[in-house]
């Protein structure tokens, strides 16, 4: 009797300037114990010698060079243009991540068991420490009603200890951008990434459509990755991206009685914010101003042409009471903490 042939995935790598760990990134992916996948770099004009390199050293990564650097919104989506239909999952990976040898076998494995799997997120641990969760992901992403997010392993700045309290298999509202699995046939409804974005929120504007075309996005504790990650907080453009594009998000997908109901109170709660996050919250609303009638226009879109469902299938993922106030205030730190006080949203699989 014949096996099944296991399916195709492309493995596509986003690099700018990042040769040390791209080299590291890509030793440790040809370590994966699964038969058939294809490694891509996309490369964002990087001026460091990395393609160069990895064209010597490992001559059976496919290349795909971009003349400018495009973020990983647009960067990744030049990979994915690129894919053919042989492939029928992709996953997006940054180059400071790696890998258990069994990472891709077990999304796959997961992904096979329900055609309306859409996107699986591995365990993502911390690089430095992989008893700690990563602050990009850790163990699958929720949102509240107002757009901010939280995590299964991290409330805000808070990050937890992974002591195996969230290995079990769980439907999640996003998964993080640094390991992104997806059945590749739903971006014909979906589409890629939203260019607006540039970098930051744009995997969760992707669930948010991922979720509107009435497909599932799961937390797969039983693939495990290690993220090396970031979080500069003195940075100024990255938190107006985040504040921005946070936003935009909620313009783009929410239906209208939704977005009427939740908009004004975020900017309520962005006015409060200042004394802590400075003026970041009011650029990010005068970009969306001048961009409006664009960021109108993407909104159109969603909503005539990929949205399939309506709201309340998946709104029971998103806490009705702001994440800010019940971690400032009230002093709810861990995932826990949530689910006592919201015991009816949570959706095992």
């Known amino acids: 009797m014949q096996l099944p ?38 490369d964002n004009a990087s001026e460091d010698g990395s393609v160069e390199y990895v064209a010597q050293h490992y001559p059976q990564v496919k290349i795909i060079r971009n003349k400018e650097n495009l973020g990983p919104a647009e960067g990744y989506n030049v990979g994915l243009r690129l894919l053919d239909s042989e ?13 258990d040898p069994r990472w891709l076998s077990e ?8 055609p309306l799997i859409g996107v699986c997120q591995p365990k993502i641990l911390q690089l430095s420490n992989s008893k700690m969760f990563e602050y990009n992901g850790a163990c699958g992403g929720f949102l509240d009603a107002y757009g901010y997010p939280w995590l299964r392993g991290r409330i805000l700045e808070y990050i937890e200890e992974d002591r ?55 937390s797969v504790p039983s693939s495990v990755v290690y993220h090396k990650g970031t979080q ?12 921005r594009n946070n936003i935009l998000m909620l313009i783009k997908n929410y239906s209208l009685t939704n977005l009427s109901k939740y908009l004004p109170l975020r900017f309520f709660l962005d006015l409060c914010s200042i004394p802590k996050t400075g003026i970041i919250p009011l650029k990010a609303y005068f970009w969306i101003l001048r961009n409006f009638k664009k960021a109108w226009q993407h909104r159109l879109w969603v909503q005539t042409i990929v949205r399939c469902v309506p709201d309340r299938n998946f709104s029971n993922m998103m806490i009705k009471q ?28």
């Open 87 to 99: 492939y029928e999952y992709v996953v997006l990976v940054n180059n400071d991540l790696t890998f």
């Open 107 to 114: 999304l796959v494995r997961v992904a096979e068991s329900d």
């Open 164 to 218: 195996g309290q969230y290995d079990n298999l769980e439907e999640i509202f996003w998964g993080g951008g640094c390991s992104f699995f997806i059945r590749k046939e739903i971006l014909d409804k979906t589409g890629l990434f939203d260019n607006m974005f540039f970098m930051q929120f744009e995997e969760i504007d992707l669930c948010w459509r991922i979720h509107l075309c009435g497909y599932k996005v799961l």
């Open 5 to 42: 042939k296991a399916p195709q995935v492309g493995i596509i790598i986003l690099n700018f300037n990042g040769l040390k760990d791209t080299d590291i990134c890509i030793k440790s992916l040809l370590q994966t114990k699964y038969p058939n996948y294809q490694l891509i770099l996309v």
């Open 232 to 243: 500069d907080r003195t940075n100024q453009r990255v938190w107006t991206l985040k504040h």
């Open 322 to 349: 702001p994440v800010p106030i019940m971690c400032y205030l009230k002093g709810y730190r861990k995932f826990k903490d949530f689910q006592r006080v919201c015991p009816n949203w949570k959706k095992i699989v």
